[in-house]
């Protein structure tokens, strides 16, 4: 017999098995319901046979071809295509509204969906050792709504409530290494790295913009057979040590916070029994395939992981010591191989949360939060994350294969879905003078993530990295994750009539979307609109900003606009509220160009003279901009009076009358205070 689960009335699942415990708890009963299993099925690994109810198309967030460091979309129509270890389920019912199965991580049991192609699913457990399962376990939460991202949002706040192992991205302290952009050796050097390679790399940033934080990746650390020996760098890559080359970066060359790889359980393959460290922590050996990509035999690796209990004390050591040699942040790679070092001598779940909270603990003492968790996106990463806040979003980026930039693009759009509700999402460095650098450089620019380029030395496009940027080097960055457009979350961008990926974001009120062909061998014609937003654009009519076409129209909210893009070809479009005729481009030259702005609200009447009129007259548009350039605006009617820092501008602007579009060229290098009132009359 099997337990058919309604929420509100509706059936969402059916097929649970009737040893299931299905409860609402934490008051989720209207928004959906958990599902707890016993240790007999848990035991067996789970249940199969589930059908998600009224199912048109769906989403999964998955694992691909026995990987497991990150996840890739998946996306399928009624009859579910054959996926394995799935973390985020979300399908679209023919009624209209969305389901959305959550599988879950409690204590050492660990939940994952599959499907064999037959239409159903299944709950797959694992995780506990022989004989140590729990009598029961959170396996699941299921939810039901209108929205698919405030269902998401809403569903993840209910499993944080029930779980209280993680902490959502909105309660968390913010990362402040990327503020500035930055630059990573990974691509640069690759494994090959040493202490003149980085300051070759630094002097070559003399003669453009200096990147404000740097991150030596992996390459420094003392190892032997992929395993760390010490804590100390390699010392004949590194014959001085790390400090004197963070202190040179930060006094000769301006770097404003460095930063370093490192690998949560010391080294690719762990710490070495043959080295020092093996003399002051406990090590449990081991022998899996850590690197599946290289396949299942070649992949095979010898293990040595610091036993659990002592994670704590050799992370507390090592961020100390990394700290004390100037270093402001970290870059944490490896975390969701764990379970595999862990295979057989301790439980999963708890494995990862004392990792988790040896990493994240001194990580937020030392380095202020300045943590970037990559390689992670493993469900019991993500289920005990106190206090990290930044998680690379997608699979590395290559910049040598041509089929890759697209799907990179769509990876990180469709998991930001799941990986923002706990976490900034980091979608990775990329190379500036690269034929796709531009196409790379838009989807940063939105991201809501830092932005970092992986350049050669003497291989950095300075114009395309100021169009991401003020002249101080400071990023325009949207404040919260960028997601997909509503009709992307059930099609493929990469494949035959998925369409052009749009990802989107806000700067206040105003909306920012990259529109992208993610095809390297055929050109899209697509469609967009200020309604493809998740949360709807204030406003009854927009001045859209076309970025590449450099072109201004005013549209409604709903007029669809066509757009036909080469091969990875792409544009971003501003969409600004119109009030009382006026709205506020942005610097139009930069690819975020309202991030360069802020409105500036109408000051109340004085107190000493309520009749006096306020510093923002109805029908004057006062905006606060960061940096010089070129700025724009929508303007019904010509300007009246511009005033630039309360001074009449003796700046050229100019003036289309047939357009609306106003532009001045202000100093760069500097704050500006722009007053502009139109002249009345027709508009």
Request: hydrophobic share 40%; aromatic share 10%.
């Amino acid at each position: 017999m099997s337990i058919e689960m309604k929420i509100n009335g509706k059936v969402v699942l059916s097929g649970l098995g009737e040893a299931s415990r299905v409860s609402g708890g934490g008051g989720s009963s209207r928004l959906g319901r958990f599902v707890e299993l016993p240790r007999e099925v848990i035991d067996a690994g789970g249940v199969s046979g589930v059908v998600a109810a009224d199912m048109r198309a769906c989403m999964t967030l998955r694992f691909r071809d026995g990987m497991f460091y990150f996840m890739r979309p998946h996306v399928s129509g009624e009859r579910i295509e054959p996926f394995c270890d799935g973390q985020y389920f979300l399908w679209q019912r023919h009624d209209g509204l969305w389901g959305l199965m959550l599988p879950l991580v409690d204590g050492d049991v660990r939940a994952s969906l599959e499907s064999d192609g037959d239409g159903t699913l299944s709950l797959r457990i694992a995780g506990s050792l022989p004989g140590q399962s729990p009598e029961r376990a959170v396996a699941c939460f299921v939810a039901l709504g209108r929205d698919p991202y405030k269902l998401t949002r809403d569903a993840m706040r209910a499993v944080q409530r029930r779980l209280c192992t993680f902490r959502l991205r909105e309660d968390k302290a913010v990362p402040s290494f990327w503020e500035h952009w930055g630059w990573c050796t990974w691509d640069a050097f690759y494994g090959d790295v040493t202490e003149e390679k980085v300051l070759t790399g630094l002097r070559a940033f003399q003669d453009g913009l200096m990147p404000g934080f740097v991150i030596l990746d992996d390459g420094w650390e003392q190892r032997d057979n992929e395993m760390l020996v010490s804590m100390q760098p390699d010392e004949v890559k590194f014959p001085r040590g790390i400090a004197p080359l963070v202190e040179r970066a930060k006094n000769e060359f301006g770097v404003k916070c460095f930063g370093l790889h490192l690998i949560l359980v010391g080294f690719w393959s762990g710490v070495s029994p043959n080295g020092p460290l093996a003399k002051e922590y406990t090590l449990v050996p081991g022998r899996e395939c850590i690197r599946p990509w290289e396949g299942p035999e070649a992949g095979i690796r010898d293990l040595s992981m610091i036993v659990p209990g002592q994670a704590g004390r050799f992370w507390r050591e090592f961020a100390s010591l990394v700290r004390s040699w100037g270093v402001d942040m970290i870059k944490v790679d490896g975390q969701s191989g764990l379970h595999l070092f862990c295979k057989g001598a301790f439980g999963r779940g708890s494995t990862m949360a004392a990792y988790q909270n040896a990493l994240q603990t001194p990580a937020s003492e030392c380095f202020g939060g300045n943590l970037l968790h990559c390689m992670c996106h493993g469900s019991d990463v993500a289920y005990h994350m106190r206090l990290g806040n930044l998680w690379r979003a997608s699979n590395d980026y290559f910049p040598n294969r041509p089929e890759s930039h697209g799907a990179h693009l769509q990876n990180n759009a469709l998991n930001s879905m799941w990986i923002s509700t706990f976490a900034f999402c980091d979608w990775d460095m990329f190379w500036s003078r690269h034929p796709q650098g531009p196409f790379h450089a838009a989807a940063r620019a939105i991201s809501g993530g830092p932005v970092y380029v992986s350049d050669c030395p003497g291989e950095s496009d300075f114009d395309l990295i100021r169009k991401l940027t003020i002249t101080d080097g400071r990023v325009l960055r949207c404040p919260q994750p960028a997601l997909p457009a509503r009709d992307c979350l059930l099609r493929d961008a990469c494949q035959p009539g998925g369409g052009l990926l749009k990802v989107t974001n806000r700067n206040g009120p105003a909306g920012v979307m990259g529109l992208f062909n993610c095809r390297h061998d055929a050109e899209i014609e697509d469609t967009f609109t200020a309604a493809d937003f998740p949360d709807k654009l204030p406003g009854r009519s927009f001045a859209l900003w076309l970025h590449n076409q450099q072109r201004l129209l005013v549209v409604r909210p709903t007029e669809r606009l066509p757009l036909r893009l080469a091969p990875l070809e792409f544009e971003v479009a501003h969409f600004v509220p119109i009030r009382q005729g006026l709205a506020c481009l942005g610097l139009l030259d930069k690819f975020n160009a309202i991030a360069a702005t802020a409105i500036v609200p109408p000051q109340p009447p004085s107190q000493d003279d309520p009749g006096a009129p306020s510093h923002s007259d109805q029908g004057v548009l006062t905006v606060h901009l960061l940096d010089g350039g070129r700025v724009g605006f929508y303007c019904a009617a010509a300007p009246q009076e511009i005033l630039v820092n309360d001074l009449p501008t003796e700046c050229p602007y100019d003036y289309n009358a047939t357009t609306k579009l106003l532009t001045l060229t202000l100093p760069p290098g500097q704050s500006h205070n722009i007053r502009i009132k139109p002249r009345r009359g027709k508009r």
